[in-house]
């Protein structure tokens, strides 16, 4: 797989869109297996009403109540809200609230905050290419992602937990013409309880224009130029605002930003069910790619068709890592013992179990690092965690 450097702020990376966005088919890489696949689009080139439905999950606990407010905001000129813990807003058990996740990328061990995206189906998210996949070409650029529903101070969701991404779907050559959408594939059905967004393509862009959209996104990043908040992608944030712009490919609010790890997220709105329009490309006046009906046609067959691939038999996932309170340890067979120890060789944690995921309170034990030891029933593993204040 190739990789090249995050280019986390891609502002200017789509500054020319052809007129005529032409379909084609995904492309899809299969991590465990490192193999591609296509699927294949239905060849409707114009836009066209088309809509997939939205699902309740069975953890859902009633609906978000969505403010219709002009919202307030830093620039009088920009109807965009100031972001806020969605946490201010909304419980953590409310639908749509429920299908935000948190993407995280996995290197050697440790998990760092990626970009955002939403459940539109029991084992799929819906998030943006340029995350995931070269600016260059069609190729993977990271080794292993984990999604997190309703991660949110740095603690995952007890009843939601997490899955690992075992497919990546994107249009071919996505960066040539605006179709910045991705589709991951989970190995858990997490959409059946979380529930998820429905898609939808509408033709007219009057009725776009002048709506209020609403947002749950992870940013990642200080970002001065737009906002003097501090984020560190821990946090699920909640923002809403009018798109006043609408071209054929995309969605946004001129003069509003976005911010890094906002990527990904999706604008939603409730009209006769819940349906998200489009997904965070650029930060520059929160341009969206804007969704299309051969997107929907695409996802659909994906959607439809999916098997659920397994997981790798020597994956060992510690998440989240780095973290200040509880560490979570996964493996494919079952985890008989772990143990922690401190870069100087000292047991610091110890624990016998019987399961395939271990959760280990390291709270009580000073910043720094540590070396997770893992006994399973086929193999020994070990992996770097990062304690952080």
């Not at 702020?9 to 297996?33: C, D, K, W």
């Not at 972001?83 to 953590?92: C, H, L, Q, R």
Request: proline share 6%; hydrophobic share 35%; charged share 15%.
């Amino acid at each position: 797989m190739k990789r090249t450097t995050l280019l986390l702020l891609a502002l200017f990376v789509f500054g020319y869109t052809s007129e005529a966005q032409m379909p084609r088919s995904f492309i899809r890489y299969h991590f465990n297996e490192e193999t591609w696949d296509t699927i294949s689009s239905l060849p409707v080139a114009e836009l066209s009403d088309l809509q997939l439905p939205h699902k309740v999950g069975l953890l859902s606990q009633g609906e978000m109540d969505l403010p219709l407010d002009t919202p307030s905001t830093r620039n009088g000129t920009v109807r965009y809200s100031v972001k806020s813990p969605s946490a201010e807003w909304y419980n953590s058990s409310q639908f749509p609230h429920t299908t935000a996740v948190a993407i995280f990328q996995v290197v050697e061990g440790d998990t760092s905050i990626l970009c955002s995206g939403s459940m539109i189906g029991p084992h799929h998210v819906l998030s943006a290419a340029h995350c995931y996949v070269s600016f260059t070409s069609d190729s993977i650029r990271f080794d292993s992602l984990l999604v997190a529903p309703q991660f949110n101070n740095g603690t995952i969701h007890p009843n939601f937990k997490w899955a690992l991404v075992v497919s990546a779907a994107s249009p071919i050559e996505w960066y040539s013409d605006f179709s910045d959408i991705t589709l991951l594939e989970l190995n858990r059905p997490l959409g059946n309880l979380t529930g998820h967004l429905g898609l939808k393509s509408v033709e007219n862009p009057e009725e776009l224009e002048n709506q209020f959209y609403y947002k749950l996104s992870y940013p990642s990043t200080y970002f001065p130029v737009a906002d003097s908040t501090v984020y560190n992608g821990d946090t699920l944030y909640f923002s809403y605002g009018i798109i006043d712009s609408v071209g054929p490919h995309y969605i946004q609010i001129k003069g509003a930003t976005g911010i890094p790890g906002e990527s990904g997220s999706t604008f939603f709105n409730r009209d006769d069910g819940w349906y998200a329009y489009g997904v965070t490309s650029l930060l520059l006046d929160f341009k969206h790619t804007r969704l299309q009906p051969w997107h929907l046609y695409a996802i659909a067959r994906i959607l439809d068709n999916e098997p659920v691939n397994p997981l790798n038999k020597s994956s060992l996932v510690v998440f989240p890592n780095p973290s200040r309170s509880v560490i979570h340890i996964r493996t494919h067979s079952a985890i008989n013992r772990v143990e922690l120890y401190s870069i100087t060789g000292q047991t610091v944690l110890s624990k016998e179990v019987e399961n395939e995921v271990v959760s280990l309170d390291i709270s009580p034990l000073r910043t720094g690092t540590y070396i997770a030891k893992v006994w399973t029933s086929e193999e020994i593993l070990s992996a770097k965690v990062v304690k952080v204040r």
